[in-house]
C-alpha cells in the first residue's frame, strides 16, 4: 500500500515523539512492503513564531491532499500564560479539524498489567479495563459563538449542537461497540443542558437501529466519579466536546501514564492520529518524553486503512517495551530509556519479528543489539 503521510510535529516534544512514530512507520514499510512518504510542515506556536498564522495555508492543503495526518503536540507557554493573546496556538489544531471535518474523536484506554501498580488508582480498580472513547469534535461550546462585553465583565460561550451532527459520531459508537462488548454509555448533563437533552433523545433514536448494543447514560459529574471508582463498567463512552477532553484526560491515570494514550480523529476524508497528551515544553529537548502515545497513534493509522497485521506487530511491540522496561522515566524511573532509544527498541522488534530479549549495555550505548 502506498500513503501520503502529513507530518506535523508542533511545539514542544512534538517533534521528538513524531520523530519516533515516522521511525516505526518506516519498519513497518519495510518489512511488510509497503511504502509511506512524508512530508512535514509546520503548525502551532512554531508557525506562529515562522509565520504568524497557527496554521498556515500551506499546512492546511498538505493535510487536505495527504492519506493522513501524523500530528504532534502544540502549546507554548509564552501563549498559555499570555489570556489577552489574541492568535494562539490551539487555533490551529481547532481551525484544522473543521477543515479536515474531524468530527469524531476516538480514545482507547487500557490497564496494561504490567503497570496497574504505577497508575494512582488501586490495582483491583483499574486491572481489567479497556475502553474507547468517542468524543465529538467539530461542535459544542469549543466552536460556538464567544463574545465579551465592552467593559470586559462578563463573557458568554455558546455550546449549540444539530441532530445531524450528534448522529454521525453516535452511530460510530455504537458500530464500535459491536466490536467490542456492546454497550454504549452516553455521559451528558441532560439534567441542565438543552443540548445534552437533544444528545440524550438523538442517541435514543440511534440506537433502535443497534439492537445488540446496551445502551445507558451517566451525567458528566457522575461519570467522571464512577471512572475512578469502576473503570471496568465501560465499553464505549459516547459524549460531547467539552465533556470528551475533561474525561478522556482523566481516564489517563489508568494506564499509569497519559504518555501511553493514543487518539484518532476522524471524518469523511483524511484523519488525523496524535496522541493526547499535551506539549510539555518543559521536557522539550531532554529527551524523556514518553513516544508510545504517538506511536499507538501510528497504529490506529494502520487500522484505519485496513491494516490490522501491521497495527498488531505495533502494538505487540509496545507491549513487550512494557513488558521488559524499555521505557521513559515516567514509567521506569529507576533504569529508564531515552525518548529515541525507545523508539529505536520499537523499530528493532518490529523489523525482527521473532521472540527477541534486549542486550541493556548495548542499548544504552545506543546499539540496538537483540538476543
Not at 506535523?8 to 511504502?35: C, M, W, Y
Request: glycine letters at 6%.
Amino acid at each position: 500500500m502506498k500513503l501520503n503521510i502529513a507530518v506535523l510535529p508542533g511545539d514542544g516534544i512534538g517533534p521528538e515523539i513524531t520523530q519516533q512514530s515516522v521511525k516505526v512507520l518506516n519498519a513497518v514499510a519495510d518489512r511488510f512492503e509497503h511504502e509511506f512518504y512524508f512530508e512535514e510542515a509546520v503548525v502551532g506556536a512554531a508557525a506562529i513564531d515562522l509565520l504568524g498564522n497557527p496554521l498556515p495555508d500551506a499546512t492546511l492543503e498538505l493535510c487536505k491532499k495527504s492519506d493522513a495526518v501524523l500530528f504532534g503536540a502544540i502549546g507554548d507557554p509564552k501563549y498559555d500564560n499570555d489570556p489577552e493573546a489574541k492568535v494562539r496556538p490551539e487555533q490551529g489544531l481547532l481551525k484544522l479539524r473543521k477543515e479536515l471535518g474531524l468530527f469524531a474523536n476516538i480514545r482507547p484506554v487500557k490497564a496494561y498489567d504490567k503497570l496497574v501498580d504505577r497508575s494512582p488508582l488501586k490495582a483491583e480498580i483499574i486491572k481489567g479495563a479497556d475502553m474507547v472513547i468517542f468524543r465529538e469534535l467539530t461542535g459544542g461550546i469549543y466552536f460556538g459563538e464567544k463574545s465579551t462585553s465592552e467593559d470586559g465583565r462578563s463573557a458568554s460561550d455558546l455550546c449549540t449542537y444539530s441532530v445531524e451532527e450528534i448522529e454521525r459520531i453516535a452511530h460510530l459508537a455504537f458500530k464500535a461497540a459491536q466490536l467490542r462488548s456492546k454497550k454504549v454509555t452516553l455521559v451528558d448533563k441532560a439534567n441542565v443542558l438543552e443540548t445534552s437533552r437533544l444528545w440524550r433523545k438523538t442517541v435514543k433514536e440511534v440506537a433502535k437501529e443497534y439492537k445488540d448494543v446496551e445502551l445507558d447514560f451517566l451525567f458528566v459529574d457522575n461519570a467522571a466519579m464512577q471512572m475512578i471508582l469502576n473503570p471496568k463498567q465501560f465499553d464505549v463512552i459516547l459524549t460531547e466536546n467539552m465533556f470528551g477532553d475533561i474525561i478522556s484526560d482523566e481516564a489517563s491515570v489508568i494506564g499509569g501514564s497519559i504518555g501511553l494514550l493514543e487518539s484518532a480523529s476522524v471524518g469523511s476524508k483524511v484523519a488525523l492520529f496524535e496522541p493526547i497528551h499535551g506539549s510539555y515544553p518543559q521536557a522539550a529537548g531532554k529527551g524523556i518524553a514518553n513516544p508510545v502515545a504517538s506511536i499507538l497513534s501510528a497504529a490506529m493509522l494502520l487500522e484505519h486503512f485496513g491494516l490490522t497485521t501491521e497495527a498488531l506487530a505495533v502494538r505487540k511491540a509496545v507491549e513487550m517495551s512494557i513488558a521488559l522496561n524499555v521505557c521513559t522515566p515516567d514509567i521506569n524511573k529507576d533504569n529508564h530509556y531515552s525518548t529515541a532509544k525507545v523508539g529505536d527498541f520499537l523499530e528493532s522488534v518490529i523489523s525482527d519479528p521473532e521472540d527477541h530479549d534486549i542486550n541493556n549495555d548495548n542499548l544504552k550505548l545506543g546499539q540496538m543489539t537483540i538476543i
